[in-house]
């Protein structure tokens, strides 16, 4: 079973940009398709962004393509998302998930991390 631990989030102005890590812990991050999901208040968490095991493929949710960036470093157990040019839609708390496949599916993630807040200010 993996472990997985968010961080970077914080409190940004409209237009910054911000890079948020989840490191695996337990097994290798390798062996799972990664992918970010967030929640604003009040609204059922939604699918951002996700890359295949060997880091090949990526998917984006429309609403981020053009300014997120999911990448991973299997070597140091690490998978980031980049932001930038962040609105204050993108308020949130942002969570990573491990699943045995590279899939968009939120069903399919079966290891959560506990999430990372992210603010933009207006």
């Known amino acids: 079973q993996v472990q997985l631990v968010e961080s970077g989030g914080g409190l940004v102005p409209v237009g910054g940009s911000l890079t948020l890590s989840c490191v695996a812990s337990?097994?290798?991050?390798?062996?799972?398709?990664i992918g970010w999901f967030r929640q604003s208040t009040g609204k059922e968490r939604e699918y951002v962004a996700s890359?295949?095991?060997?880091?090949?493929?990526?998917y984006y949710a429309d609403s981020v393509k053009g300014r997120f960036t999911i990448s991973r470093d299997n070597a140091k157990n690490t998978v980031s998302l980049e932001m930038v040019s962040l609105t204050p839609e993108d308020t949130a708390v942002y969570y990573c998930?491990?699943?045995?496949?590279?899939?968009?599916?939120?069903?399919?993630?079966?290891?959560w991390g506990q999430g990372t807040q992210v603010t933009v200010s207006s």
């Open positions: 337990g097994r290798p991050i390798s062996t799972y398709g």
């Open positions: 890359i295949s095991r060997g880091g090949y493929t990526t």
């Open positions: 998930a491990a699943s045995s496949v590279h899939t968009r599916s939120t069903s399919e993630y079966l290891f």
